[in-house]
Structure formats: C-alpha cells, structure tokens
C-alpha cells in the first residue's frame, strides 16, 4: 500500500505555494529582475533569446530555473513510480495555444506566478493582470462545461517521455560549453544579454538547485495556479486555492523583510500601466492555458513525468516568445508592442475557434 502523500494534502500544498513564495522573492534577492524571481513566461523567452530565436538583446540567457522545473518534477516522479509516458491529445492545438499564451503573457509582462509575484511585491498593475487571468479561465471553463476536450492521450515509449528533459539537458549542456564572457553579447551559439532583465539573474547553480527543489515540490502537490482558479470557478473546489494564496502572502512577506516591497502602478520593474491590455493580454493566457489544461509552470511540471503534450505547449510557448519579439507584440515598460493588441485580438479569436469547434457532443 503506498504511503499518503503529504504535499498533496490541503496543508501540504499550502506549505509548498508558501515555499514557493519564500524561494521567488529570494531568487529577486540573488540577482533575478524586480518582482521576477520566478516568471515562467519571462524565462522560457529568454531562452528563446538565448538561442537566437528572437534578438531583443535585453531579454536574452539560458534560464537554469526553467531546466531545474523538468528536472525536479522528473526526479519526483521516477522516485514515486508516477513517471507515465504518453501522448497523442491533439498536439498541434495545443502548439498552437502555447504560441498564444506567449504572446498574451508578453503583453501583460509575465505569466500568472509573475503576476502574483508583481502583486506581492506592490505592482498595482498586476491587479489588472490577474482580473484578466480569471476571466480568461472563467471563459475556459465555460467550455470545459459544454464538452471541449482535446481528446486522449495514449501510453508511448520512455524515450518520448523524456524528450523535453533531454532538451532541457542540451540547453545546460550549452549553458556550461558557451558560458557569457565578460562585456560579450554572444559566446559561441548561445546570446547573452548585456543589460536589461536578461542580465539580471541568480548563481546558475543556486538557480538551478532552487528550480529542482520547486519542480519536485511542484509534482508531487499538483500545484498550479491556473487549476486554482478553475476548480474554483467550475467545481467550487479551494483545495489547489490554498497554496496559490500562500504563495502570495509569503512572497509578500518575504519581500517586507528584503525591502523588495514598493507600492504603486507607476515605476514598477519590467511592468506598463496600459491597465486595458494588462487585463486582456493575461485574458488571453488564461483562456489558452485553461484549453490546454495547465498553467505554464504546471506544463513543465507535468512533461517532467512525461506528458509529451504538455511538453509541445512548452516548446509553442518558447516558439511563441521569438515570434512577440520578432512581430513586436512584446510589450516594454513604455507599453504595449506596435502589433500587441492585433497579437490578442487574433490570439483570442484562435482560442475562441478552438474552444468552440473541438467538443464532444454531450448525449
């Protein structure tokens, strides 16, 4: 008989989203961007950058977090016998829906830990961004009740299942080849930025031992904040609600103690005030994420025990980051890109033809 598994309790996920909160605001404290010590959108696009998929030069280096998420959720799951290969579930679809994430998460500035990160660190306009975030899903889960589905995945090799952890282990394998050389903006194939959030990060190796941690925590409690709001919204169900919450307020607290806690709208770091697009950019990435089933951070977690889905809505997301940058979608703390409301406006009637086309009559 297996053993209870305490991190997935109602305190054990409040304990892990408070953890979380703890290690975020500490990551800020190392040496990550102002109220991104973790942003799981902001770092996938950064290595988009890194590997020369877009060239804003500000935003460009392999981010060891991210590496460290598949990780930790892949030691998780090979060490509790939950490493479960499969595939099949309408791949391009959800490409595509993590293409649009992207571009909507880059309109706002950050993905939904960043926006409860920006929240607890005094940024006013992540309210926007998180009130958008929650129509987005409530909209999601709209069709969740009439029948949307994306069809079933189905057992497949090993070797598929570990596809996105051995390209997460080639992007460290770069990382430690092609290391940034002092005042250079380019060290053999990879990008370095040479200011700008891009320049801003932890110690690699801290980095990374601090994503391993998270990404083990992460699988083991289920955490995600998208699922928090929809099983909340469609089931009435706070179980997953209790660590997003403890996330905020530790965070919060952490960043009292540091000094990382500035109120206000105007002057917040890597953040606009064009509140419309704040609330409808993450309108955008919570109605993809609530069609592909998972927040961004909740992604990574699942392809690290083997969702190859979830692992082709990673790799659309860090696609769709080259084409915000390289289409000018992504926003700047000057406002939106010339092209980021198109971005939305298109994303959302995507994520709309999606919703609307791929259900299952209900009998």
């Not at 030691?75 to 490409?95: D, H, Q, T």
């Not at 992504?330 to 919703?355: E, N, Q």
Request: charged share 10%; aromatic share 12%.
């Amino acid at each position: 008989m297996k053993g209870k598994n305490i991190f997935a309790t109602r305190w054990g996920i409040i304990g892990v989203g408070a953890f979380i909160g703890i290690l975020a605001a500490l990551l800020q404290k190392l040496g990550n961007p102002g109220n991104m010590g973790i942003c799981v959108a902001c770092f996938e696009r950064d290595i988009a950058g890194a590997l020369g998929l877009h060239r804003a030069a500000v935003v460009q280096y392999i981010r060891p977090e991210i590496i460290g998420f598949v990780f930790g959720s892949l030691v998780a799951a090979l060490w509790f016998k939950e490493f479960r290969p499969r595939l099949g579930s309408a791949p391009i679809v959800r490409f595509v829906l993590g293409v649009f994430a992207m571009i909507g998460a880059l309109v706002f500035l950050g993905c939904p830990w960043r926006a409860v990160l920006r929240l607890a660190g005094g940024d006013g306009n992540a309210i926007l961004g998180l009130l958008g975030l929650i129509f987005g899903i409530w909209i999601g889960t709209l069709f969740l009740k009439n029948g949307y589905n994306l069809g079933r995945t189905h057992k497949t090799y090993a070797s598929a299942g570990l596809m996105l952890a051995l390209i997460m282990a080639g992007f460290l394998l770069l990382l430690l080849i092609f290391p940034q050389k002092e005042g250079e903006a380019q060290s053999g194939v990879l990008f370095y930025s040479l200011k700008g959030p891009g320049a801003m990060h932890a110690p690699l190796l801290l980095a990374l031992i601090v994503g391993l941690i998270i990404g083990f925590l992460a699988q083991r409690s289920r955490f995600c904040t998208m699922g928090a709001i929809r099983d909340t919204v469609l089931f009435g169900q706070t179980h997953l609600l209790g660590g997003f919450i403890a996330l905020v307020v530790f965070a919060f607290l952490t960043n009292l103690i540091f000094g990382q806690f500035n109120a206000g709208f105007a002057n917040q770091p890597v953040a606009h005030t064009m509140h419309i697009w704040n609330f409808f950019g993450m309108t955008l990435a919570g109605l993809a994420f609530a069609l592909a089933g998972g927040c961004p951070g909740r992604q990574l977690f699942l392809s690290g025990e083997g969702d190859g889905d979830s692992a082709v809505f990673v790799l659309g997301m860090i696609v769709g980051a080259g084409f915000s940058h390289n289409f000018g979608m992504a926003s700047s703390p000057k406002g939106v890109g010339p092209y980021g409301i198109a971005g939305v406006v298109v994303g959302l009637l995507v994520c709309l033809f999606i919703g609307l086309t791929m259900r299952k009559k209900i009998t």
